[in-house]
């Protein structure tokens, strides 16, 4: 079974542009989170899709939004880039809802706001 | 509010050691933890996890710990390998149990 994948891998943008981000879940999985790994502030959640709907949602501003497709493909976008936005962006798929059972991470994206 | 928190940033150990990874928690409602192990440019890879109503859960050279009296859990790899080198994140399930909290890590290193 392919793993998680995530697009690009990385990505490099100027303050003020806006990005989207693609995750393509494990087969059958239709649950997908999105987090943000920084060095300072660790892995915080930002997002759970679950067929298709948001389920549950972290403590970060409305610049940070996201969608997931029938497929369970899942993007992510962030508008008004800020220079603090800089950093690894991670998906995870779950057969079940986040907090449920093990989540299964893909390689991330890198985001580099200059 | 919600957290999770390890004791130690770093641990070093010889190869063939046996290593301890230590994480509190601090939410007595989570009922399901989960350790992940991260290399350096790859995302979080599934180690093992166990559910509140175990105590120990065993995985290959893998064992979790949880004790839920003092809020604590702990991951055990035997005769460690330079390859177990990497970040070590446990994470909970948040109250309403629908998504993860992740701790800032531990950094194992092995010296062959």
């Known amino acids: ?114 | 509010g919600e957290s999770v928190g390890l004791h130690l940033p770093t641990l070093s150990v010889q190869e063939g050691d046996n290593s301890i990874i230590n994480c509190a928690y601090s939410n007595s409602a989570s009922d399901y933890f989960i350790w992940y192990k991260q290399e350096s440019g790859k995302g979080p890879q599934f180690i093992i996890d166990i559910r509140s109503n175990m105590d120990k859960r065993q995985g290959q050279r893998v064992t979790v710990l949880l004790n839920k009296t003092v809020k604590h859990l702990s991951l055990q790899i035997a005769a460690t390998q330079p390859g177990d080198s990497a970040v070590y994140f446990c994470a909970e399930n948040n109250q309403a149990g629908t998504a993860l909290i992740f701790g800032k890590g531990t950094t194992l290193s092995v010296s062959s």
């Open chain 1, 1 to 114: 079974k392919a793993g998680v994948t995530q697009t690009p891998r990385y990505l490099i943008k100027t303050r003020g542009q806006q990005v989207t981000l693609s995750c393509s879940p494990i087969s059958g999985h239709r649950s997908v989170s999105w987090y943000q790994q920084t060095p300072g502030q660790g892995l915080q959640f930002l997002f759970e899709y679950f067929s298709e709907t948001q389920r549950n949602k972290g403590n970060f501003p409305g610049r940070f939004s996201g969608r997931q497709f029938s497929n369970s493909r899942s993007e992510m976008n962030v508008s008004t880039l800020e220079l603090g936005d800089s950093a690894l962006y991670l998906c995870a798929s779950s057969s079940r809802r986040a907090g449920a059972g093990e989540q299964y991470f893909g390689p991330g994206t890198r985001l580099t706001v200059t």
